[in-house]
């Protein structure tokens, strides 16, 4: 959304990230998973799935319907043919069906007579050849629900995407903020010895070039701070990209919002749920799944597509009894119904078994597919696992080393105190102690990162944030 709209919106709702001054990364994402526009999105394909299977299950609705036909001419009832009748069709493929029919007049078809009180039918018609195991309506609603379990498992590829796309934009700000900490810190260090440095020149215990070459260290440090600053409100901004409620709302940091510092923040390590799923990756992972419901989608539609290749069998029985007072059952007879056959069948079946082929040829294609997608996500998968292994360790060998860099820098102090040091080494301690504590930070981003995207590599990014 456009800056602009943003804040113009902001006037109108006041909102804030109401939270505490630390926003954890843990609450963040977890904000985002259910709030953000692409989540309720997601949300949607479920509603979808439930919708679609809904109306495949259409076809399977009783349907109840009525018939009335008549001809006057010059005054003569030429015919009256009255028709009403309920029809259910099953699962099985077989339809249940029932109704009454009354017909009169001068010049009726004999074909359509029917007693004076007319006649009750019931019973069924099904597919003996074509349609026997699988039909269009049974294919329909199988295949929706098979869309219905994929819509979940979008769900979760939407999320997982998200949700890493947040996490990189939160470790990025955590990223800005500690960096401006140290650069806040060594432009305090910078200023604090310029000023003690022209103090000494004033007094005539330091030369007045020690007091150029300060200054031009706080300049520098100065310089360095503003661009941390700068790179602090573009993260911070960019995060806000992620921030809304309910799906609607935009959101802001508050000003006093940040993330914690990376003295407050533990380096992660290798999660045993992460190994335990490795095994099962090629069953679990979404991504795997979803191609998996599309195979088992054209299976049934080559069910579908192999009863084309049978011959048109249908047949239809029911039985029939005139009413009398009311009682259906006091005229029937087995030797009373109507009964009909009905055969054909293409010659050649050119069409069907092209049809044929070219399904098998779609599901072949989908399970290289799947088996090459499984290799390439289980060896991501085992990457991440490394390098989230990997810079844990570094991130702990790198804290001694900060506080090693930390030591030769005091000692540098007491060095230069004593008059036994030069501005140069001070400030070049200073330097190296700076490059060490932005080492760490990036460490300490890549290291929760990698668990990130190892998360993401097994498909669970979208559901632990839940």
Do not use: C
């Not at 069924?124 to 629900?145: H, N, P, T, V």
């Amino acid at each position: 959304m456009n800056r602009f709209i943003l804040l113009f919106t902001l006037l109108f709702f006041t909102l804030s990230v109401e939270a505490q001054d630390i926003l954890s990364a843990e609450l963040f994402m977890r904000q985002v998973a259910l709030h953000h526009p692409l989540a309720k999105q997601a949300d949607l394909q479920i509603n979808r799935g439930d919708a679609l299977v809904l109306k495949a299950r259409g076809g399977f609705d009783p349907k109840v319907g009525g018939d009335l036909r008549q001809k006057y001419f010059d005054g003569d009832s030429y015919y009256s043919m009255l028709n009403a009748g309920l029809k259910v069709p099953t699962w099985f493929g077989i339809q249940l069906e029932g109704g009454y029919d009354q017909t009169g007049g001068q010049n009726l078809n004999p074909e359509f007579k029917t007693p004076e009180d007319g006649l009750i039918y019931a019973g069924l018609s099904m597919a003996l050849g074509k349609g026997l195991f699988m039909d269009e309506r049974r294919a329909a609603l199988r295949q929706a629900q098979i869309h219905l379990e994929s819509s979940k498992v979008k769900r979760q590829l939407l999320l997982n995407q998200l949700v890493l796309e947040a996490a990189e934009a939160y470790w990025k700000w955590f990223k800005a903020y500690n960096s401006m900490l140290v650069y806040e810190e060594g432009f305090a260090l910078a200023d604090q010895r310029f000023n003690a440095v022209r103090g000494g020149a004033e007094l005539g215990d330091r030369p007045y070039i020690d007091t150029l070459e300060a200054g031009i260290q706080l300049q520098n440090r100065n310089l360095m701070l503003q661009e941390s600053r700068m790179n602090f409100k573009n993260a911070s901004a960019y995060l806000e990209v992620f921030l809304w409620e309910d799906g609607i709302i935009p959101l802001e940091l508050a000003a006093t919002t940040i993330p914690p510092t990376m003295d407050n923040t533990e380096s992660s390590d290798v999660e045993f749920r992460l190994l335990n799923a490795l095994d099962t990756i090629g069953t679990n992972h979404p991504k795997l799944l979803e191609y998996r419901f599309m195979v088992e989608g054209l299976e049934v539609e080559q069910r579908w597509k192999n009863e084309q290749l049978k011959p048109t069998v249908n047949l239809k029985y029911n039985a029939l009894s005139t009413p009398v007072n009311g009682d259906v059952f006091s005229t029937y007879s087995p030797s009373n119904y109507n009964w009909g056959l009905e055969v054909s069948m293409p010659l050649l079946l050119r069409k069907e078994r092209g049809n044929v082929r070219l399904n098998n040829l779609k599901i072949q294609e989908a399970n290289y597919e799947i088996a090459s997608m499984e290799q390439a996500i289980r060896s991501k998968a085992e990457m991440a696992i490394n390098e989230w292994s990997t810079s844990f360790s570094q991130v702990n060998l790198y804290r001694r080393t900060v506080l090693d860099y930390g030591k030769l820098l005091d000692g540098e102090r007491q060095l230069f105190n004593g008059g036994e040091s030069s501005l140069f080494m001070v400030n070049s301690r200073e330097m190296n102690y700076m490059k060490a504590k932005l080492k760490l930070v990036d460490l300490l981003v890549t290291n929760h990162m990698a668990a990130v995207q190892a998360d993401f590599s097994f498909g669970s990014m979208g559901t632990i944030v839940q």
